[in-house]
């Protein structure tokens, strides 16, 4: 293109020729006709926006790991597979809320060959209505998993719809140089645990951080007050819908919790977990019952400051060995396009090499694949990953081990009220019921 | 919204002579090239098709699904319709169906009468063009421009029971966002920061078109400052005391960005859009019953709708 010669060449070269030369009325049908495009393009997207998976590359993955440190460990995982494969992954990176929300839609329309999802009741809720595909026969090739890894990658039907690769346990968490400077002792029995709460209540502490303002974070006391006293069978009954909340054993949970609250820091409601766990490193407080992403909370010299025990034991018969461990993992999408890669990627995934990348990267949860070389893992991982090794049972958490709606919609205003009025569990339970009525109809 | 400019357009042509009127209007219609009538056609067609491609169907499709118990899984044609349930189930067995009617209604009447008339009389005063008036226009305005969650985020700093601005710098331990008796009027505060804003400014733009001459012809005849703007300047503003009436009732009925960013509207700030939010969008997927709340949100918002309508076409007919 040559220079412009004048000033007004210049400048009538600005205006591209689409524009120049038009009047007013032809730009008033062309904006309607771009007006009527435009609306059933809108249309046209609402139907397949969800559909990213191209032709060009050889499998494609959804993910909800949009934080930079889990997306950059799947970036190196990915790489570990295209390197051992020659497949290369094409990864559909979602902000992992917005992803959770719209998994349903997703998974109705075009979704990626392989997605990230949790273990737990949704898993099995997607295997039942034919949304995931078995791959079983991935499983047949796996190892280094225990058999309670298995039992939470197994749908309703006895197969496999699920390869866990990562988990983080739920425990009581508490600084060493507190506890060691009032010479407090780690209690095993719910009254040794009551006692040492009133115990730090007298040495100006308080002594269980708590907040509950996302909603989801109490889950996490109730599940381990219901696991303590009434079993991980009975658990799982009741978040199936399949125990009624009135029930005796369910008051007692509340019972027990509102005989604890007065331990609990008060005006929870207002106060998220960040700052709850910032209490805890700031000495404030005494322990803390959270999953291991408490750490986060804590500088990198303090990390071994940090240090945690399984809820105690509150009925001998039932013990003190279950416990929520929820798990991250991989499914494979119904009717995925390239069949065999996405096959080949589980098993990578569920692979050792897979959980050796993850391990050396990821200092903030534990790998699955007992295969997977463990000496880089921190004193508290350690422990982590032999607490959960020890555990006859692994629960998912309240709001993976039922449906979505009952947790979200049911179950986090219940909760609340009850933190609010711990004295009215009668009209709290009765109330839980009812509305689980209305949702568990099928 | 104004009738004003009507009048003049009704000045501007010459009524047409009452013997040869219907001549006269068959005339005008050959005006109008083909061109034109294509322009128009579409001009017509296509926001009707999008006001109901995207307003009217939609909101048909909810008064439908409210009858039904889907969960946005599965064919459309395995809907099972089950009545009013759903309906029966929200006044029943929904713990935070109340309050949340109870906040809807609250909100209004704070917005309408703390906050409107406060942007109101900021507007006037800022009309009195003080020293640095553009300073003050511009802080005020500023909360209406901030992105949400900035806002979410700054007021989380004020508000923090541990952390927070106002806790710590008066000693208190009030949990603000936590106790529910709290809550609902820190955010109102909160709400009422980005309305008085909203407020003044359209207010102030009205101030300005004020004929001065009008306020000059008050002062010669000797009313005070505040009797001038009640008896003159304020009848003359008629169409936008109206939109003013009219953004504070839309501002509180679809209330929610404050409420969801603060904690998903839940434990003492439920709204009847945040439940339909929490139950429709999201993992939850109670599509019916959602949109039986959905649906009990667009039968108030119709009765506000209709007084304003209502209201609107009398003055015209005047």
Redesign the interface.
């Known amino acids: 293109m040559s220079r412009p010669q004048t000033q007004a060449e210049y400048l009538a070269r600005l205006v591209p020729p689409s524009v120049a030369g038009i009047n007013r009325?032809s730009l008033?049908?062309a904006a309607?006709?771009t007006?009527?495009l435009l609306?059933t393009g809108l249309?046209a997207g609402c139907g397949d926006d969800s559909g990213s998976g191209g032709s060009s590359t050889d499998v494609s993955l959804g993910s909800n790991q949009s934080d930079p440190k889990p997306k950059e460990v799947l970036v190196k995982v990915t790489d570990g597979f295209k390197t051992s494969s020659g497949v290369q992954v094409a990864v559909n990176t979602v902000d992992h809320n917005t992803f959770?929300?719209n998994?349903?839609?997703y998974l109705?329309g075009k979704p990626d060959d392989v997605f990230t999802w949790f273990a737990g009741y949704?898993m099995r809720f997607f295997a039942q209505?034919g949304?995931a595909s078995d791959i079983s026969d991935v499983w047949g090739k796996l190892s280094g998993f225990s058999d309670a890894f298995k039992k939470a990658s197994t749908g309703d039907d006895g197969k496999q719809y699920f390869v866990p690769a990562t988990y983080y346990p739920w425990a009581v968490f508490y600084r060493k140089s507190v506890w060691q400077q009032h010479g407090y002792q780690v209690p095993t029995t719910l009254d040794q645990f009551t006692a040492l709460g009133a115990q730090m209540k007298r040495d100006g502490l308080i002594p269980i951080a708590f907040a509950d303002?996302?909603?989801w974070p109490a889950m996490g006391t109730f599940d381990i007050l219901n696991l303590r006293i009434n079993g991980y069978q009975f658990h799982i009954d009741l978040m199936a819908g399949k125990e009624a909340w009135t029930s005796d054993k369910v008051k007692k949970v509340f019972d027990t919790w509102a005989g604890l609250l007065p331990l609990h820091q008060?005006?929870?409601?207002?106060?998220t977990w960040q700052?709850a766990a910032?209490?805890l490193q700031q000495k404030k407080s005494g322990m803390y019952l959270l999953g291991l992403f408490v750490g986060q909370q804590f500088s990198n010299d303090e990390q071994d400051d940090l240090d945690f025990f399984t809820f105690p034991e509150i009925d001998p018969a039932i013990g003190a060995k279950a416990l929520d461990a929820p798990i991250d993992g991989y499914m494979m999408a119904r009717k995925p396009k390239n069949e065999d890669n996405a096959r080949k990627l589980l098993e990578y995934f569920g692979g050792k090499a897979a959980a050796d990348i993850n391990l050396k990267n990821d200092p903030a949860v534990l790998v699955a694949n007992s295969g997977a070389d463990v000496g880089g893992y921190t004193a508290l991982q350690k422990k982590a990953a032999e607490l959960v090794g020890s555990a006859t049972e692994i629960a998912q958490f309240l709001d993976r081990d039922t449906r979505?709606?009952f947790a979200?919609?049911v179950m986090?205003?219940?909760i609340?009220?009850f933190i609010?009025n711990p004295k009215d569990i009668d009209g709290l339970t009765s109330?839980i019921e009812?509305?689980k009525k209305?949702?568990f109809?099928d | 919204m104004s009738d004003l400019p009507l009048i003049q357009a009704d000045r501007a042509v010459p009524p047409p002579a009452t013997t040869t009127s219907t001549g006269g209007r068959r005339r005008r219609l050959r005006l109008l090239s083909r061109t034109d009538r294509v322009v128009i056609t579409l001009m017509v067609l296509v926001p009707l098709l999008l006001v109901t491609g995207f307003v009217w169907l939609p909101a048909a499709a909810t008064v439908l699904l409210s009858g039904t118990n889907w969960d946005g899984i599965g064919p459309l044609n395995e809907i099972e319709f089950v009545g009013a349930r759903n309906y029966s189930d929200v006044v029943n067995i929904y713990p935070p169906f109340v309050p949340a009617i109870q906040n809807n209604l609250l909100w209004l009447a704070t917005l309408f009468v703390v906050a409107t008339p406060f942007g109101m009389f900021l507007a006037v005063l800022l009309d009195k063009e003080l020293r640095g008036s553009r300073f003050y226009q511009t802080a005020l305005y500023l909360p209406v421009v901030l992105s949400l969650a900035l806002i979410g985020f700054v007021w989380q700093l004020l508000y923090s029971r541990d952390q927070g601005l106002i806790n710590a710098a008066f000693g208190s331990s009030i949990d603000w966002y936590g106790d529910s008796n709290v809550n609902i009027w820190a955010v109102m505060v909160a709400s009422g920061w980005r309305h008085v804003g909203y407020i003044m400014l359209l207010y102030l733009a009205g101030l300005k078109g004020v004929d001065p001459s009008l306020r000059e012809a008050a002062a010669v005849d000797g009313a005070s400052e505040s009797r001038t703007f009640f008896r003159v300047v304020f009848p003359v503003l008629r169409p936008i005391n109206i939109i003013v009436l009219v953004v504070t009732v839309i501002e509180s009925l679809r209330a929610f960005d404050l409420v969801w960013v603060v904690n998903k509207g839940r434990n003492g700030l439920e709204l009847i859009s945040a439940l339909v939010t929490q139950n429709v969008v999201g993992e939850a997927s109670r599509i019916g019953f959602g949109s039986a709340l959905a649906t009990i949100m667009l039968v108030v918002s119709l009765v506000f709708i209709t007084i304003y309508l209502a209201t609107v076409m009398r003055e015209n007919r005047e």
Not at chain 1, 266 to 271: A, H, V
């Open positions: 009325r008033l049908a309607a006709g007006g009527a609306g249309l959770q929300e998994i349903n839609n109705q949704r209505k949304l303002k996302d909603g008060p005006d929870s409601l207002g106060r700052e910032q209490s979505p709606d979200s919609t986090i205003p219940a609340q009220q609010k109330s009812n509305q209305s949702i109809t």
